[in-house]
């Protein structure tokens, strides 16, 4: 009892802030890049294909030219180009926006493991790659508490934390911004004061899959300087449940990958320091966090109106 005890006081550490940061990152591309996506009425539940394909993106480009920041580079085109894919099939085609992200998130398993097992023989995994470096913050490192949760860091988790705010200001005091948002709640209003609603949508799912394809940049170049098949491993869901949580505002959707974070980070943790839990159990936890937050939260969350309605220029 007494070592389960004080196994349970370390599990409370700066260790454990420092986890839940990192652990929230990738989900922080996913659910600013989910918000922009569906404040301009196109459900994107593609998000995890995108995430996987600009992780494999970013291992197979770092592995072959030694420069983890190409790898950065080609995660976010292929998580753009994905993107483009689902925006032709979902507002040029008008295809259901369900079946369109399945489809994305189908084709993102099979590319990696059929290239894989070309190059290397095993579908399952790419050989190390060059990763990103961490950074240290002049100044920031010596101030007590806060240099040690903020000072050093993989630049990508800065650049989530930069891109809070950022998509803030441009969701809510530009004039591109307006136009989103009026593009999701109501497409004709919008073509009929000029604004192109086609454009705009295009604009926001390839943005959409940008910002996922760096979230995979994050994990092969960040975490574990290799590509794993699945990697993602529904963090692009849980990135999008994020956004609900967080009802379609950049600042609701950070906090909410922070408490998602924070779970997948108490797991971790836990197991790390031999929390007497059985380890099955401790992995669900993520995840039943997310079933329990969307269980309660969907029903009273308000989506854009115009959310998965392809629009019909007349």
Not at 290 to 297: K, R
Request: aromatic share 8%; glycine share 12%.
């Amino acid at each position: 009892m007494a070592e389960t005890m004080a196994a349970l006081s370390g599990l409370f550490s700066l260790g454990l802030l420092l986890a839940t940061l990192r652990m929230a990152t990738p989900l922080i591309f996913g659910a600013i890049g989910c918000m922009f996506s569906e404040r301009s009425g196109v459900m994107n539940i593609g998000a995890e294909g995108m995430m996987l394909m600009g992780a494999f993106a970013a291992a197979l480009t770092s592995l072959f030219t030694g420069n983890p920041w190409l790898g950065v580079l080609a995660a976010a085109i292929a998580g753009g180009f994905m993107g483009t894919l689902h925006a032709i099939m979902s507002i040029h085609f008008r295809a259901d926006q369900v079946v369109s992200g399945a489809a994305i998130n189908i084709m993102a398993v099979g590319v990696p493991a059929l290239v894989l097992q070309r190059l290397w023989g095993n579908p399952g995994r790419s050989p190390l790659v060059p990763s990103l470096p961490e950074i240290t913050i002049p100044g920031l490192k010596e101030v007590p508490v806060l240099g040690a949760l903020l000072g050093t860091h993989n630049p990508l988790v800065y650049l989530a934390l930069l891109l809070v705010p950022l998509a803030h200001i441009v969701l809510f005091k530009t004039r591109f911004g307006l136009h989103v948002r009026v593009v999701g709640e109501h497409p004709r209003a919008a073509d009929t004061v000029g604004i192109n609603v086609f454009a705009i949508r295009y604009v926001c799912v390839i943005l959409s899959g940008v910002l996922a394809g760096l979230g995979g940049a994050y994990l092969s170049l960040g975490q574990l300087s290799l590509f794993v098949q699945q990697m993602t491993a529904g963090r692009g869901f849980i990135g999008m449940a994020a956004m609900i949580f967080g009802k379609w505002t950049p600042l609701g959707a950070f906090l909410a990958c922070l408490l998602f974070g924070f779970a997948d980070g108490l797991q971790m943790t836990a197991q790390a320091i031999g929390i007497p839990i059985p380890k099955n159990f401790l992995l669900m936890i993520p995840y039943v966090l997310t079933m329990v937050a969307l269980a309660g939260f969907i029903g009273r969350a308000m989506p854009p109106a115009a959310i998965g309605k392809p629009y019909r220029k007349e």
